[in-house]
């Protein structure tokens, strides 16, 4: 019982430190961001309006760090895990950036471009900008994204926050709309042209106009054990304006919202089975979740179809898997033939070992046995009832093509 105080104690520590560090972290880098429509926002309000209309009027309610110690172990460690999930971007931010200031590259990290559309306040904030003059001007951006998995595809929200900041860079190009948080010895740069950044940060000569640059894009997927590139992409004025009309949607929406001219649920939500419910924290008293949308949207089947081959796919691979090992085991057994060890491949070294078999209770001899010392016939019966132990009850999803 000590030693799971003094774990909780442990958790307790750290959440309410990551807590901290998080909020201020934000604060840091992205200020107030109640107060202006970033590239991240527009991304997750073309998934789903309602989520990130929510998530901008602040009525989600975020755990104090004065309050973990009044919460359970278990919902501790939920915290905990989540604010690991939400910092390890950040963290591999940190080791990223390393490794291209180690390349002497001429790089600007987080970079802010703001600016003003039809009265909505927009910002975007650059993980890392790359510039550079010699061959010709160029301009890389890099944006990272810290995924368990990494896609096959990128998603659209991270698409759109991409070219939103391509599509800012190169439309606020030559206005006063960039800045550059001050680190160490640099003070810092407010309210400048891009091509000013670049000359007080490298002194590199960029052109008056961004037609005369190479500017690309990149979204760096990263997860714990892998990486992939998705890019490149560049200035799309159309990409933008769907950026900024977005924008401007979200922003009134925000606005009547917290007015109180419309309720959460008037505001348009995302259909179909959509990753983003699974950790929208709004997603109790969806619309979604109370309509009969399924019967008439595309997606739906769309992922049923998906889901369904993969089943398929899998039960082909178990069987070939099955066949293969048979074939290696079989191979094995003709060379070696009582032997037992290794051969080696080019590549690989392979084995056959013998196991030892699973221990199990035979309940026929068993109830024999039992009775044999036992003379009541039912007290057997209830002695065995007694010992039976029943798994918890688990779920099972069928999918199957309707026909027509």
Same mark, same amino acid.
């Given at each position: 019982?000590?030693?799971?105080?003094?774990q909780? +104690?442990?958790?307790?520590?750290?959440?309410?430190?990551?807590?901290?560090?998080?909020?201020?972290?934000?604060?840091?880098?992205? =200020?107030?961001?109640?107060?202006?429509?970033?590239?991240?926002?527009?991304?997750?309000?073309?998934?789903?309006?309602?989520?990130?209309?929510?998530?901008?009027?602040?009525?989600?309610?975020?755990?104090?760090?004065?309050?973990?110690?009044?919460?359970?172990?278990?919902?501790?460690?939920?915290?905990?895990?989540?604010?690991?999930t939400? @910092?390890?971007?950040?963290?591999?931010?940190?080791?990223?950036?390393?490794?291209?200031?180690?390349?002497r590259?001429?790089?600007?990290?987080q970079?802010?471009?703001?600016?003003?559309?039809?009265?909505?306040?927009?910002?975007?904030?650059?993980?890392?900008?790359?510039?550079?003059?010699?061959?010709?001007?160029?301009v890389?951006?890099?944006?990272?994204?810290?995924?368990?998995?990494?896609?096959?595809?990128?998603?659209?929200?991270?698409?759109?926050?991409?070219? =939103?900041?391509?599509?800012?860079?190169?439309?606020c190009?030559?206005?006063?709309?960039?800045?550059?948080?001050?680190? +160490? &010895? !640099?003070e810092?740069?407010?309210n400048?042209? *891009?091509?000013?950044?670049?000359?007080?940060?490298?002194?590199?000569?960029?052109?008056?106009?961004?037609?005369?640059?190479?500017?690309?894009?990149?979204?760096?997927?990263?997860s714990?054990?892998d990486?992939?590139? !998705?890019?490149p992409?560049? &200035?799309?004025?159309?990409?933008?304006?769907? $950026? !900024?009309?977005?924008?401007?949607?979200?922003?009134?929406?925000?606005?009547?919202?917290?007015? =109180?001219?419309?309720?959460?649920?008037?505001?348009?939500? $995302? *259909?179909? *089975? &959509?990753?983003?419910?699974?950790?929208?924290?709004?997603?109790?008293?969806?619309?979604? *979740?109370?309509?009969?949308?399924?019967a008439?949207?595309?997606? $739906?089947?769309?992922?049923l179809?998906?889901?369904?081959?993969?089943?398929? @796919?899998?039960?082909?691979?178990?069987?070939?898997?099955?066949?293969?090992?048979?074939?290696?085991?079989?191979?094995?057994?003709?060379?070696q033939?009582?032997?037992? +060890?290794w051969?080696?491949?080019? +590549?690989?070294?392979?084995?056959?070992?013998?196991?030892?078999?699973?221990?199990?209770?035979?309940?026929?001899?068993?109830?024999?046995?039992?009775?044999?010392?036992?003379?009541?016939?039912?007290?057997?019966d209830?002695?065995?009832?007694? $010992?039976?132990?029943?798994?918890?009850?688990?779920?099972?999803?069928?999918?199957?093509?309707?026909?027509?």
């Amino acid at each position: 019982m000590q030693l799971k105080t003094k774990q909780q +104690g442990l958790l307790e520590f750290l959440t309410v430190g990551m807590l901290a560090h998080g909020r201020q972290d934000t604060l840091d880098q992205l =200020g107030d961001r109640s107060q202006y429509i970033g590239m991240s926002d527009i991304g997750k309000a073309l998934e789903c309006l309602r989520s990130a209309v929510a998530d901008k009027s602040g009525i989600i309610e975020n755990i104090q760090p004065q309050a973990i110690s009044g919460l359970s172990h278990e919902k501790i460690k939920q915290v905990l895990i989540k604010q690991i999930t939400l @910092q390890r971007g950040h963290w591999q931010e940190y080791g990223i950036q390393k490794a291209i200031t180690s390349t002497r590259a001429h790089c600007i990290p987080q970079l802010e471009i703001s600016m003003d559309y039809r009265g909505v306040p927009l910002k975007a904030h650059l993980d890392f900008t790359i510039v550079r003059d010699r061959p010709h001007p160029a301009v890389r951006i890099l944006e990272l994204k810290s995924n368990e998995h990494i896609p096959d595809n990128l998603y659209a929200s991270y698409e759109a926050q991409i070219y =939103g900041q391509t599509g800012l860079l190169h439309h606020c190009w030559n206005r006063p709309c960039f800045s550059v948080p001050p680190t +160490g &010895h !640099f003070e810092g740069i407010v309210n400048a042209t *891009f091509p000013e950044v670049a000359q007080s940060m490298f002194d590199i000569q960029l052109p008056d106009n961004p037609e005369e640059a190479d500017i690309q894009a990149w979204v760096l997927s990263i997860s714990m054990s892998d990486i992939k590139p !998705f890019g490149p992409y560049t &200035h799309d004025p159309s990409m933008l304006q769907t $950026c !900024f009309d977005k924008a401007e949607q979200l922003w009134n929406e925000k606005t009547k919202l917290l007015s =109180g001219a419309i309720s959460l649920n008037d505001i348009d939500h $995302c *259909f179909g *089975f &959509h990753p983003l419910c699974d950790f929208c924290s709004v997603n109790a008293g969806c619309p979604k *979740f109370q309509s009969q949308f399924l019967a008439i949207d595309p997606d $739906c089947d769309a992922a049923l179809k998906e889901l369904a081959d993969l089943k398929s @796919q899998e039960s082909t691979i178990q069987k070939k898997k099955k066949e293969l090992e048979q074939r290696v085991k079989n191979t094995y057994r003709a060379i070696q033939g009582d032997n037992t +060890g290794w051969l080696n491949t080019s +590549g690989y070294r392979f084995k056959v070992a013998t196991m030892p078999g699973r221990k199990s209770f035979d309940r026929d001899v068993l109830h024999e046995k039992l009775t044999e010392h036992i003379c009541d016939e039912i007290s057997v019966d209830d002695v065995l009832g007694g $010992c039976q132990k029943t798994s918890q009850p688990y779920e099972r999803l069928y999918v199957s093509q309707v026909n027509r």
